[in-house]
Every structure is written in structure tokens, then in C-alpha cells.
């Protein structure tokens, strides 16, 4: 009797512990209706640096690094547009930093929140993001690379995950040295080069007490993959100057 209770505590345990989550990777919000100001709330698990994106009614998140990342919930008034009006986001519970690393008016209707996590083991995160109508209906299909995926924001014959593999590596690079996130400013410029695509864009990096203004240049493959990228710190306080990788 004392061994099937104890199997019964085991199990129990595991019922509610933060492993037990599945590693979504992808979710359907579940939309409510309802006109007026458009609302979005997501809530993740993470334990480390990881990325939501929200577009349409349709969400993703990815484990950038440390621990894993699965969804909770995505609840929506109404399907995000592709050009929303007034938008903005605010982070509503979690112990780290939660920023608005891309905006979907500069990022073919796809909002993407970076959340940074160093405290070590899970947490739940919740943030909102809210617009006052807009334009636009996403009708594109698939998740990363090839026609109508996410980020398909540019008719070049190159894959269209370029520019946000760019982006992301940089990120990396930008919460590697300095602990910080970056915003980037509208949409870079892309063009042919042999057999790469050069990628080169500008934004703002936001540490805890400093802050930068930055260029970046990414040499790409094709296929999205980056083969060389770096950035130049170019006004604010930032310490030292970052080396070319």
C-alpha cells in the first residue's frame, strides 16, 4: 500500500510540473469576437531567451537559448491585421524583460516579442498586444521559408526567411555582449551578390544602463543561412565597439 502511494505521488507530481508542457512550437489563437480595439494575449513558458511572434490568429514561439519555450494560451478579440493602427504592446506578468523587437507594420504584419530569461528554471510569461483597427488579412500558409511564409516580405527569388535569420543573429550577438535587446528600424535593404544576398539595416540597442544606435550588415545564403554578420556601434553609451565574426 505504502509503494502505490507513492507511485501515485510520483505521478501526480509530474501531472503538474512545468516539464509536462508540450514544446508547442505553434498555436491557433482562440479568437472570441467582438469589434472596437483589436487585443491579443499570449502566455508562454520559458527558461531562457525566446521569441513570440503573432500574426494573424496564428502564433509561434521559439527557444532562442537557455531553456525551452512552449505556449500556454493565445486569446484574440479579433485576427491581427497586416497593417494595424496605433499598435503597441505591454508585458503583463513574468520575473525578466520582456521588449517589442518587431513591429508589423515594418515586419509584413508579424509582431515579435523577445523575452529574456537568466534566472535559471521555468517561468510563465503573459504580455498583450493591442492595435486600433488597420488593413490588410494574412492568406499566407507554412511557417519559415518558401512562398507565403512568415517574413515573406520581399519578390526576390531568394528564401524569404533572409532578412529575419539576419536580424536574429544579430539579436544573438547584441544579448550576448551586452545583455540588451535591439529594435530595427523599418525594413533593410537587400541585394545580389554573387551567390549571397547582403542584408544591411540599422536599429537601436537598449541595455540596462546604456544604450546604442547600431548598423548591421549580414552576408546570407539563399536558402537563409548566414555565412558572415556584424555590427557597428555608431552613437550612444554602449561599452567598447563590436568586432566584425
Known sequence: MTRRKLWLSVVSLLAVSPLSLPAQGTIQANVTGGGGSGKCTFEIRTGGVAEVEIR??????????????????????????????????????????????????????????????????????TGDIMWNGGSGTWNGSG????????????????????????????????????????????????????????????????ARNSWGNITYHCTMHPNGNVADSNFNVTGGNLPGTPQPR
Do not use: H
Open 56 to 125: 494573424g490568429n496564428q502564433g509561434r514561439v521559439r527557444s532562442v537559448s537557455g531553456g525551452p519555450a512552449s505556449w500556454v494560451r493565445l486569446k484574440c478579440n479579433q485576427p491581427l491585421p497586416l497593417r494595424p493602427n496605433s499598435f503597441r504592446f505591454k508585458g503583463i506578468d513574468g520575473r525578466g524583460r520582456q521588449t517589442l523587437v518587431r513591429d508589423p507594420n515594418s515586419n509584413n504584419g508579424i509582431a515579435v516579442v523577445q523575452i529574456v530569461d537568466n534566472r535559471g528554471g521555468m517561468e510563465g510569461y
Open 143 to 206: 511557417w519559415g521559408g518558401g512562398g507565403g511564409g512568415w517574413n515573406n516580405n520581399n519578390n526576390n527569388n531568394w528564401g524569404n526567411n533572409v532578412v529575419s535569420n539576419c536580424q536574429r543573429n544579430i539579436r544573438n550577438q547584441i544579448s550576448s555582449r551586452y545583455g540588451g535587446s535591439v529594435t530595427f528600424n523599418g525594413n533593410p535593404s537587400q541585394k545580389q551578390a554573387a551567390s549571397f544576398v547582403m542584408v544591411d539595416g540599422n536599429g537601436r540597442v537598449q
